[in-house]
């Protein structure tokens, strides 16, 4: 049986999910990985008029500034409004916390109150919001195989939304972010295998499932394209 890519790059373990869809690729990041709200939103809109077909975009992308109690983002209000108007979902990375030490499981509180809490637009609240786990581990990673990564943003969401919906594998490393043999190989932009961790390698993972649960719950010849 033909296996899913990220299964095969990760000696087929079995916490990668054993789907497989068609993709889309649109070019979103300026060349130095970065891009302001407003382009952002530029980007998106041509895209869905553009493929209209495509029910599911993966936005593994975001802020580096936690979310706050009281009132959702810009941009994650943004995207709840496309999410309504054009009967689409957007899967969002949670986000990575990079200050180091990074967090054990369970926490042990050295982390200040909210730091790690997800970044927008994770906040959307049509959206889904992907959280990492641990696939592999060793004696000097942070946490055990199927605990939350070391980095991954945590909930809630504005107004105690429950936020992250889903986990996928994200990687492991140590409380530095080493992650040497414990990441997730994937395929760089030349075409090579690389290793790195984050919660936007767990985050096309959930993609690749709902697109096959859309899929599967509507009778629309175009979504069953996407198996």
């Not at 990220?6 to 373990?13: E, F, I, V």
């Not at 992907?130 to 605990?147: F, K, M, S």
């Amino acid at each position: 049986m033909r296996q899913p890519c990220g299964r095969l790059l990760n000696n087929g373990n079995e916490n990668f999910p054993s789907t497989s869809c068609r993709i889309v690729d649109v070019v979103a990041l300026d060349r130095d990985g970065s891009i302001d709200e407003y382009d952002l939103l530029t980007v998106i809109d041509n895209a869905i008029t553009k493929y209209p077909f495509v029910r599911v975009w993966n936005l593994s992308l975001g802020r580096d500034t936690p979310c706050v109690d009281d009132r959702h983002s810009p941009l994650g209000s943004a995207l709840d409004e496309r999410m309504k108007t054009h009967d689409i979902v957007f899967v969002c990375a949670a986000g990575n916390y990079e200050t180091t030490p990074l967090r054990n499981w369970p926490p042990d509180g050295s982390i200040a109150s909210d730091e790690d809490r997800i970044c927008p637009p994770a906040d959307a609240l049509r959206g889904v919001t992907v959280g990492g786990i641990a696939h592999l581990d060793n004696r000097n990673t942070c946490v055990r195989q199927g605990e939350p990564s070391p980095f991954t943003r945590r909930g809630p969401a504005p107004s105690f939304g429950i936020k992250p919906e889903v986990a996928y594998p994200a990687g492991n490393c140590d409380k530095d972010g080493r992650h040497t043999q414990t990441g997730i190989v994937s395929i760089d932009s030349n075409g090579n295998e690389t290793e790195s961790v984050g919660t936007s390698y767990a985050t096309p993972l959930a993609s690749s499932v709902m697109a096959n649960l859309i899929s599967e719950l509507t009778d629309c010849p175009v979504c069953g394209d996407l198996q």
